[in-house]
């Protein structure tokens, strides 16, 4: 007699077998629904970078692709376009605006997450999620006409006493102070200081009170509670959050536009007046625009939707790479 | 809030503070404290967990708090060590002194208080951002002290911890690579690093081993020797094994706060309770 089944098996190497999945109706039909909004944000995503691609393509080719991104003229009528210095304007304001927004944003979620009480903490958080809902024209109309002043005292004071530091020095003694980089970075900074606060705030409400009581029980004070255990706890979603922030002021548009004095060279003295932005040069410019120049205004746009999506996978990257660090 | 002044008052708290604020005054001539608990009464918010609790934790000994769950004996433990308030909604009566200073009067802050009277918490908390070394050190740089020779505290608090000849060749490794025993014992050295004269231990052993409980145990005996030792536990034998004196909180009926049923040598609460409830809980009829 041949082996016996029991034998066959055995000497046979064992593969994973199907497993049946049977899929009740109404699940295979909520699938297909998510799946199509899922496919939905691909294709706009997609769709987006292909438009603008394809759109910027004649002024790409007129101005030619290197000096595009190498020059800063705007010359619609004999077709000559550049755009370094508004990239270089674009993450000037948005380093300004990182620079006052991250210690306000971290300062405001510490004292809701850990100073304040209670009323006082709902009180605040309604109001920095209010302040996320605010149309940024409000913004841009609020530090144009109430804003400016003050800054203009705070930057001349930080041109007197800190002109040590490049950045705060000016071009000439008695340059104009309004409508600068400066200005515009801290209006900025209001619009991004709630999401960074949110987002901060959600990360180091994760932190195990466990840890936090073990700090305190050291005879730690709150402070020293934060500095050994929260802040390095958070240390990932606070620099997501950061980055965040700085996708979004990359991007904006309208207070910038109704603020700066536009001007298409990069203008290193951040404290004076003139500057700009990829999204405020389309802005400013789009309404009267024609033919080629929309072309280059489109490829504007595109270089700003690169910039953007280097940004928020750099901090994709930092925010996985510390994720297994810790 | 009931004031009543404790015999120990006229020891001079001063000289006592000024012992503890030097902080070069080498281990072995380091006092032990004593903490004597005057009708603490305990609430969050509105509820009453702990009505009128008197005991005194003498020095050098190992007093045991036990009794069925819910019945205050945590929330008495941090009490004894201003924990209890970080609860926003606590509040608490009574008077509560170390060494006859009251730790809820001006003349001690809550972080001089916790860094005098330790806490090892229920489960192993070492910080897992930090290696083992670090851990130990952590108290001093959340407190703002400094010491001349970090290495020799590290090894010295890891001693006496009995968890030196376990993890002297990777100091320098994560803490959370430690087994459950092993953090428990990291926790207890880093408690150790801030010099307490009190170190208060909440059901330490309670997600550990029968081995690695063992060890703790040894540990809390050792100890005992140098510094003045509260335990919560819910282990019978455990109190048995470990304490000097014991004190058995109950909830008389549902709704009611926790009150000290008895209070004595662990010997006399254990094999000769004066409290008919007391006999009933330590002979194993309810609890």
Known sequence: ?326 | MTTVQSPQTAETPAANRQLVSSEILPEELHPSSRIDATDVTCWFGKRKVLERCTLSMEPGEVTALIGPSGCGKSTFLRSLNRMHELVPVAAIAGTIELDGVDIYSEEMSPTEVRSRIGMVFQKPNPFPAMSIADNVLAGLSLSGMSNEDPKALVEQCLRRAGLWAEVSDRLNEGGMSLSGGQQQRLCIARALAVHPDVLLMDEPCSALDPISTRVIEQTIRELCEEITIVIVTHNMQQAQRVSDKCAFFLVESIGDPGRIVEAGPTAQVFENPSDPRTYDYVTGQFG
């Open chain 1, 1 to 326: 007699m041949a082996l016996t089944s029991p034998e066959l098996q055995a000497l046979e190497e064992q593969v994973p077998r199907d497993i049946a999945r049977t899929v009740t109706r109404g699940d295979r039909i909520f699938r297909t629904l998510c799946a199509s909004a899922a496919a939905v944000s691909l294709f706009i995503i997609g769709g987006t970078a292909l438009f603008l691609a394809i759109k910027a393509v004649p002024a790409l080719q007129k101005a030619g692709l290197l000096s595009f991104f190498t020059t800063s003229v705007w010359n619609p009528t004999v077709g000559d376009f550049g755009v370094l210095g508004l990239l270089i304007g674009t993450i000037i304001i948005a380093t300004v605006s990182l620079i006052v927004a991250v210690p306000l944003a971290i300062g405001l979620a510490l004292f809701i997450n850990e100073y304040s009480p209670a009323r006082i903490r709902r009180i605040l958080t309604s109001s920095v999620d209010l302040l996320a809902a605010m149309p940024s024209i409000i913004f841009g109309m609020w530090g144009f006409f109430a804003l400016q002043a003050p800054l203009v005292g705070v930057a001349s004071w930080l041109n007197l006493h800190l002109s040590a530091i490049p950045f705060f020095r000016l071009s000439e003694p008695d340059a104009p102070l309004l409508r600068s980089s400066f200005i515009v970075g801290t209006v900025v900074a209001l619009m991004i200081v709630p999401i960074i606060t949110s987002v901060s705030r959600d990360v180091m409400a994760q932190c195990p009170r466990s840890q936090c009581e073990a700090a305190l029980a050291l005879g730690g004070s709150r402070w020293g509670m934060i500095k050994e255990v929260l802040l390095p706890f958070g240390k990932a979603g606070i620099t997501g959050a950061i980055l965040l922030g700085f996708g979004r002021a990359l991007g904006e548009t309208i207070a910038v536009a109704l603020i700066i004095a536009f001007t298409i060279e990069a203008n290193p003295y951040v404290l004076e007046q003139g500057g700009g932005s990829i999204a405020s040069l389309i802005a400013i410019k789009f309404p009267e625009a024609q033919d080629l120049e929309i072309s280059a205004l489109i490829a504007a746009g595109l270089a700003l939707f690169g910039m953007t999506l280097l940004v928020n996978l750099g901090a994709r990257a930092i925010v996985r790479r510390t994720q297994i660090a810790a």
